[in-house]
């Protein structure tokens, strides 16, 4: 074994016996694949699935094989998140932007409101840029460095828990909710994708810290020895980057202001259009939180000067809607059990008004077609298999509870109904069930078909307004 490399042809890390003496030593006895990504503290394990189509021929193959664990670790291919986005340049430039002032000891800050950690990105010229929610510190996630959750979460788990979620995949719903936003061209929702960061301002446990300053100085001290390790410093963490969008209001402030100075007819209209556009993401995604602070409202008011030199340049008004925090969505169940977690938007006016024109143009003809709707659901398969903690019958189950809700969707929209009496139909599953056509099982040719079918949901929550 040479002491100059320190990986082996599987990409797999590894340390001289010298060094790890030397690491015993100083009482940082790591595993090799700690020094590779110290971000696990335990080897996250999946089951390896047989597959019956590679025939091992060779004697050594087999004796390979025999000798690898039952249970590996995950396909890092599967798993690894490097911030680059081949298919968008714009974005991975922005990370890149993040990265570099976080190197330049510009960090992210926390955002005081809210109930995890999400924080503020800046680039180089403290320009905010992105909000970047960690996995591990969403609601009830193990380092949420909001404790009012986990009181929620132990005295009325009841009221606070949503049980119709996949727990701590909230920055999944995140990026989830972009993708589908930008499949349907819907525009609202600032872009998120998951993303890995470090910063000292995160929340992470004291023996991160510790081992984090243990390396530095170890890595100071010697520097050979400091080469072994991957990684000097904190642990990246996972979740999900949403780029930060300017000039915005809560829409609480603003809905506010429009009921004491209603909006011209024009800029009324525009906001008619983009509503219904937040109507259809919620819809379809399920949304179980959104009130009037998980969404923002940007109004250009309308030039008041009316001077003669400025009549050329004069601004036109504008509104534009964005819909943040989305990471309480894609239930794989209706809720059925104490809140229904409602839309708050239906109660506004705006939701008595039938969908317009423009929103069927622009959403039925995608929604309609099959092909469609399964293009969606394996892109989602994409993104959501990305987490360790993975499971395909709640994915499954979640892609029921979508295309029950597209369902009912495209029937609102063809029916011309309102965003008010979309949310009144009854909750439907579309469930795929994988049939062999004429029901023989034993035919030794089978070709495996999906197939669909309806189902609606009896079990109503307990209440019915919250
Ligand atoms: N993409 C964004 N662009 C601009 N501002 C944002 C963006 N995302 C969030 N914010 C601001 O940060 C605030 C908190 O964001 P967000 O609601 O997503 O955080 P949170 O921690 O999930 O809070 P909670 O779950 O309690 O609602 C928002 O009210 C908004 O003012
Ligand atoms: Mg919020």
């Known amino acids: 074994m040479s002491n100059e490399s320190n990986e082996n042809e599987n990409g797999e890390c590894f340390s001289s016996p010298q060094d790890e003496t030397q690491l015993k030593a100083f009482g940082l006895e790591e595993s090799s694949e700690e020094i590779c990504d ?6 996250d394990v999946t089951v390896v699935k047989s597959n019956k189509s590679t025939s091992l021929t060779s004697q050594s193959e087999r004796e390979l094989r025999e000798s690898q664990p039952l249970l590996k670790r995950m396909d890092p291919d599967v798993v690894s ?18 990265e570099t002032a976080i190197e330049a000891a510009i960090y992210p800050e926390r955002i005081s409101k809210g109930s995890s950690g999400s924080y503020f990105v800046r680039n180089c010229q403290l320009k905010r840029i992105g909000v ?50 930008q499949k349907l061209q819907l525009n609202i929702v600032p872009k998120t994708k998951v993303i890995k960061l470090a910063s ?26 400091g080469r072994r390790f991957n990684r000097i410093g904190l642990p990246t963490k996972v979740g999900s980057f949403q780029l930060y ?7 609480s402030v603003m809905l506010r202001q429009f009921m004491d100075n209603p909006l011209p007819e024009s800029v009324q209209r525009e906001f008619q259009l983009q509503f219904e556009r937040l109507v259809v993401l919620d819809y379809i995604i399920r949304n179980t939180d959104r009130n009037h602070d998980n969404w923002l409202i940007k109004y250009n008011k309308p030039d008041e ?35 229904a977690y409602p839309y708050h938007w239906a109660w506004l006016p705006y939701s008595k008004v039938p969908f317009s024109k423009e929103i069927k143009d622009l959403i039925l003809p995608q929604l309609s077609d099959m092909n469609y709707v399964q293009e969606l659901c394996d892109e989602m398969y994409e993104l959501f298999k990305t987490d360790k903690g993975f ?9 029921s509870v979508m295309r029950g809700q597209i369902l009912n969707l495209t029937q609102a929209l063809k029916e011309d109904k309102s965003p008010a009496q979309l949310v009144q139909m009854p909750a439907v599953l579309v469930e795929r069930c994988r049939e062999t056509p004429g029901g023989n099982h034993k035919k030794r040719i089978r070709v495996m ?5 309806q189902r609606f949901q009896n079990r109503a929550p307990f209440f019915s307004w919250c």
């Open 200 to 225: 000292k301002t995160f929340n992470y446990t004291a023996i991160d810290r510790a081992k984090a300053r243990t390396k530095q100085n170890l890595s100071e001290r010697y520097p050979n020895l």
């Open 245 to 251: 969008v300017h000039g915005y209001e809560d829409a």
């Open 132 to 181: 970047f929610k960690p996995k591990d510190e969403e609601p009830y996630g193990r380092l949420n460095p909001k404790w009012t959750k986990w009181m929620h979460k132990l005295c009325c788990p009841c009221c606070f828990g949503r049980s119709c979620l996949v727990p701590n995949q909230g920055y999944l719903s995140e990026a989830g909710a972009s993708l589908v936003d």
């Open 305 to 339: 000067k009316k001077g003669s030199e400025s009549w050329n340049q004069k601004k036109e008004p504008s509104v534009k809607i964005a819909a943040i925090d989305n990471g309480l969505a894609f239930p794989f169940k209706h809720p059925d059990e104490w809140r």
């Open 391 to 399: 499971d395909r019958n709640l994915y499954e189950k979640q892609m």
């Open 449 to 453: 078909a999906d197939q669909f079918t």
């Open 38 to 43: 110290n971000n696990c503290l335990l080897p």
């Open 81 to 98: 998140i490097n911030n680059v986005f081949a298919d968008d340049p714009e974005f991975t430039s922005i990370v890149k932007e993040a």
